[in-house]
């Protein structure tokens, strides 16, 4: 049923870099609709990307977050798969089902773009917000369809992955991006099969999911790519066979592995967004068939290039959202593998923080370089 606006503690963005811990109203769900209660929250780089101002999308006032656990607080008209009590994971890249939608239909993507276009405007589907600052009623806008970085939210019923209640959602939080993301950039958009040959380039969450993924498909060997070293022993943890600090490199870093590897590397990923970076990830993939694939966002205004004959040879260049993950088939049964002690988590969470005001302490720490995941539990 549809309830009161209840008065709650989020981190409102303002602006560039302006995040303050504000009191909000948070409406209830309209029809098609769910209201949330956040129960823990991890972040993303893209939240700082965002928060940063390089998000062509970003409008502020926003409330950011899209990496979360959450349990149902109430359901709005017509809303038949979850109900009040169920977990959920929100997950930016919905699945509608509809039988018109050709993207959900089809087991080639997980692009359904049923609600993109508002949720790109920071909007619900009917193009209003459910959230506003309490003391003037400023409305505030949404992001990635999720905001979690407050105490309740309002996502789109489509949005949400039932999950199993028996799994700790301050754990789990982390399969609404960044582990999905590279476990499917590994197993779904590129296949990486046994025996494969692997370059992961950045080892945050993502870059470490990829080697993680790479090292259960069977990857022959991994290369884990970083200019801090910091993350070398998390990736060796992980499955990775060697490390390379691009800053240490006499030459630039795709000769570097293609001489070290003589043609290059069956597979490689992107983790950094960093345009440059992506065009290496390429170049060193292997000559007639390597694939590389795109994960990383990158600023507005930036643009991947390469000379065409790296293609000519073989080389294929692709990328993921989500690691092409259909997010209310497929997240829960990443969650049972979690269950079932096939998929760990744990080794991503270094820092946990308690209460939504502790959202700025773990932005802060994220700027250090020592954080793979920082989850706050609310
Ligand atoms: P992160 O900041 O935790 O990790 C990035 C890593 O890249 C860091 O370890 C950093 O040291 C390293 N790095 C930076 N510059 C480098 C360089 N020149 N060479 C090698 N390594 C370098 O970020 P994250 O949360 O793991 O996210 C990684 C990227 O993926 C971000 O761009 C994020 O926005 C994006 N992302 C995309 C999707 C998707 O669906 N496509 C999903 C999640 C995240
Ligand atoms: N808003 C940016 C695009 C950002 C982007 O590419 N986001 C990824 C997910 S990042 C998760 O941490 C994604 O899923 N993209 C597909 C989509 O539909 O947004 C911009 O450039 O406008
Ligand atoms: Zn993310």
């Not at 270094?350 to 720490?365: C, K, L, N, P």
Request: glycine share 10%; proline share 6%; aromatic share 6%.
């Amino acid at each position: 049923g549809t309830g009161e606006t209840i008065e709650c503690d989020a981190a409102v963005a303002f602006g560039v870099d302006d995040v303050r811990i504000t009191k909000v109203k948070v409406a209830p769900p309209r029809p098609g609709e769910v209201r949330l209660k956040v129960v823990a929250n991890a972040l993303c780089h893209t939240d700082l990307y965002t928060l940063e101002g390089s998000d062509p999308e970003g409008r502020f006032p926003c409330i950011l977050g899209h990496e979360a656990g959450a349990i149902v607080e109430s359901v709005g008209e017509g809303v038949t798969s979850v109900k009040p009590g169920d977990h959920v994971i929100p997950c930016y890249t919905p699945e509608c089902r509809q039988p018109d939608c050709i993207f959900c239909a089809s087991s080639k993507t997980n692009l359904c773009p049923r609600i993109r276009t508002t949720q790109g405007q920071g909007v619900m589907p009917d193009g209003t917000s459910r959230f506003a600052i309490a003391s003037d009623g400023t409305p505030i806008h949404h992001f990635m369809g999720c905001s979690t970085f407050s105490e309740y939210t309002v996502v789109a019923e489509i949005s949400c992955a039932k999950v199993d209640p028996r799994a700790d959602l301050a754990t789990v939080c982390l399969l609404g991006c960044g582990v999905t993301t590279g476990v499917g950039a590994v197993r779904k958009t590129t296949a990486v099969e046994p025996g494969s040959t692997v370059g992961v380039f950045g080892l945050g969450a993502v870059g470490l999911a990829c080697v993680q993924a790479a090292k259960a498909a069977g990857a022959r060997r991994i290369w884990a790519i970083d200019t801090n070293p910091d993350k070398f022993g998390a990736a060796l943890e992980f499955g990775a066979t060697d490390t390379l600090n691009p800053s240490e490199c006499e030459k630039p870093v795709q000769q570097e592995l293609v001489s070290r590897t003589t043609w290059g590397l069956d597979y490689t990923f992107d983790c950094t967004g960093n345009t440059a970076v992506m065009r290496a990830a390429l170049e060193a993939a292997h000559r007639g068939w390597g694939t590389s694939c795109v994960i990383g966002v990158a600023a507005a205004g930036q643009e991947i290039s390469t000379r065409p004959f790296q293609l000519v040879t073989g080389r294929r260049w692709v990328g993921t959202a989500f690691g092409g993950i259909k997010s209310r088939t497929e997240v829960p049964k990443l969650v049972n593998e979690y269950l079932d002690d096939k998929l760990p988590l744990a080794p991503y969470i270094t820092h946990r923080f308690q209460g939504v005001g502790a959202i700025m302490d773990a932005i802060d720490a994220m700027h250090s370089g020592k954080v793979l995941r920082a989850v706050v539990t609310y």
